[in-house]
């Protein structure tokens, strides 16, 4: 007899699992056809096949006897299967840097990928759906290793990239060349840069002491005339 409550259970990582019901008759074993073709046979008290494939197909049943051949084909049903997500490739740091944020971009995955997990030092600490990523949660001095990985609900996660190590800047950075001492009532010019897009009008100078405000800097580049009052050993900070 024909088989019958054909079912092709999909969303499963790499294959598609199909049931059926017997239609009674002569039955020495099934036969289960995907999208036409003949994938596999199992023997006549087995009810069901697994399909090692990824993608979405049509399949059909068939009893087979020995003595009268095939019998008539079943109703069809469709499965999916489910590929794994790829390892991604081509991890950078977006240069140059910015003060306020690492940059990340990277090439998309193959295989079928719901979104990307960032790393940074081992920790995840978000995911997204796109090839980038932006990570504001970082200050400087430090320096942070980042990997990324690939996921969808039904084969899991990818291997993670090999790590990146990205920074970010200073605010502000000194260009110039302070003498190891100075002379008592003069001044010293002082050039510095400020970060890209940062709105910057003062800082806080120390000269082997107490922090002094200093105002009237205009990013991207200023120099500054600053009066130096004691001598000795002169120690720049910001």
């Known amino acids: ?56 197909y049509e399949y059909t049943v068939s009893g087979h006897s020995n003595e009268c051949n095939d019998g008539p084909i079943s109703a069809p049903d469709s499965g999916t299967g489910h590929a794994t997500a790829g390892l991604p490739t081509g991890l950078t740091v977006v240069t140059p840097f910015t003060c306020d944020s690492i940059r990340l971009n990277w090439t998309a995955s193959t295989g079928e990928v719901a979104r990307y997990y960032v790393y940074r030092d081992g920790a995840r600490v978000d995911s997204t759906t796109a090839t980038h990523y932006t990570d504001l949660a970082v200050d400087y001095p ?28 200073p605010l502000v950075q000194f260009l110039s060349t ?15 840069s400020h ?8 800082f806080y100078l120390s000269l082997g002491g107490a922090f002094t405000l200093v105002a009237g800097a ?6 500054i005339a600053v009066p130096i009052y004691n001598p000795g050993p002169a120690a720049l900070n910001s």
């Open 1 to 56: 007899g024909t088989p019958t409550n054909v079912s092709a259970t999909g969303n499963q990582c790499g294959q598609v699992t199909i049931t059926w019901v017997s239609g009674g008759g002569d039955v020495d074993s099934f036969k289960v056809f995907r999208n036409g073709d003949d994938v596999g046979e199992v023997a006549g008290g087995t009810l069901t096949f697994t399909d090692v494939v990824s993608g979405t």
């Open 218 to 223: 205009s990013p991207p580049v200023a120099n």
């Open 195 to 202: 970060c890209d897009g940062v709105d910057v009008d003062s």
């Open 142 to 169: 430090n320096d942070h290793v980042y990997r990324v990985g690939a996921m969808n609900p039904f084969c899991g996660e990818s291997e993670l990239t090999p790590g990146f190590t990205g920074r970010v800047s």
């Open 178 to 192: 302070i003498p190891d001492s100075l002379p008592c009532s003069t001044s010293v010019n002082l050039v510095l």
